[in-house]
């Protein structure tokens, strides 16, 4: 059963830093892409950043391009997200997502879901 479990938010003053992790169980890990999505109150869930399997290849929505960094540990089964210079608009819920198949960088139906970590960014 593949299980993730967010970690790492919080509340943060805007320009501040937080990273948050996910820590994947339940699959072989070193086969999957990995990706963050949000969803703040109100608005659509919004794909973040997604890195490949191997983590050579990275893709960043616009919205946090430079600011927001994408990385895995193969060895911990875990993925990050380095987020610096926090806005308050990166206020929502962070969730990672693994596809529902390994080796593919689209998150489609069956993928599976972090239970999510709140992040705060106050003014």
């Known amino acids: 059963q593949v299980q993730l479990v967010e970690s790492g938010g919080g509340l943060v003053q805007a320009g501040g830093s937080l990273r948050l992790s996910c820590a994947a169980s339940?699959?072989?890990?070193?086969?999957?892409?990995m990706t963050w999505f949000r969803q703040a109150p109100g608005k659509e869930r919004e794909q973040l950043a997604t890195i490949s399997w191997r983590g050579t290849i990275t893709y960043y929505t616009d919205s946090v391009t430079g600011r927001f960094t994408i990385s895995r540990d193969n060895a911990k089964n875990t993925v990050y997200l380095q987020m610096n210079s926090l806005k308050p608009e990166d206020t929502a819920v962070y969730y990672c997502?693994?596809?529902?198949?390994?080796?593919?960088?689209?998150?489609?139906?069956?993928?599976?879901w972090g239970q999510g970590t709140q992040v705060t960014v106050s003014s």
């Open positions: 339940g699959l072989t890990f070193s086969r999957y892409a």
């Open positions: 997502v693994v596809p529902a198949r390994p080796f593919t960088t689209v998150v489609g139906e069956g993928a599976y």
